[in-house]
């Protein structure tokens, strides 16, 4: 079956670095994407990675390791405006969600 | 800027009544998507459209049908809704197969009694 495995929930301090860790099982493979959803509204992208590696946007910074199946989102210095749900996405002939994870972030 | 609307934010129907959850994109994006998202569960997608009358089915179909019959509009039917449909039903767009970025509507939130 396809299957994609994240953390539930991750709690960090604010100013500080945190990862979220993504692992998929599917039967197709073209990328893997992040989204962000704060409480009450809409998921918003993030990043996406079809190839291995790290590719950075500011603050944001997303990994993929094709042959680990794997990969995660890196978010450095941490705000209070960062607490949301995180969800990974695999694209093969659609679009697969991961269950979420959830960031707490403590002053 | 991209802009996914949908008919309501918050809805409440009753058990057997026939729902229609409007969704409407103003991009000229090729792809639309229903997602419906549960505490737990993540989202999952419902239907998807690549393109004008065609639609296929995504993982939980049952229970629901589709139709887009112009570009921006794709809609979500609940044939005869239950209590397990009660649910956040999520649309999204997207520009073609060939790029990633869904774009997101502000959800419905929908009670079914």
């Known amino acids: 079956g396809q299957s994609l495995e994240q953390p539930s929930e991750v709690t960090a301090v604010e100013g500080a670095i945190v990862q979220i860790n993504c692992t998929y099982q599917t039967s197709g493979f073209y990328g893997l994407s992040w989204y962000q959803q704060h409480d009450g509204g809409a998921p918003t992208f993030l990043s996406y990675?079809?190839?291995?590696g790290l590719e950075e946007t500011g603050r944001f910074s997303s990994f993929l390791s094709r042959s680990d199946s794997y990969g995660y989102l890196l978010l450095q210095e941490l705000q209070m405006k960062d607490s949301a749900s995180y969800f990974c996405?695999?694209?093969?002939?659609?679009?697969?969600f991961g269950k979420g994870t959830r960031l707490h972030i403590l002053p | 800027d991209v802009k996914v609307t949908q008919s309501s934010r918050y809805l409440v129907k009753r058990t057997g009544e026939k729902v229609f959850l409007e969704c409407v994109q103003d991009m000229d994006h090729e792809n639309m998507f229903w997602y419906r998202q549960d505490p737990g569960l993540g989202l999952r997608l419902i239907y998807f459209?690549?393109?004008?009358?065609?639609?296929e089915k995504g993982d939980i179909p049952e229970g629901y049908s589709v139709s887009r019959e112009k570009k921006e509009r794709f809609s979500l039917i609940l044939e005869s809704a239950s209590t397990n449909q009660t649910s956040m039903y999520l649309c999204?767009?997207?520009?073609?197969?060939?790029?990633?970025?869904?774009?997101f509507g502000p959800g419905t939130r929908l009670l079914v009694l």
């Open positions: 990675n079809a190839l291995d």
């Open positions: 999204a767009s997207n520009p073609d197969r060939l790029r990633e970025t869904q774009y």
């Open positions: 996405a695999v694209r093969d002939d659609k679009i697969i």
């Open positions: 459209s690549y393109d004008v009358k065609m639609k």
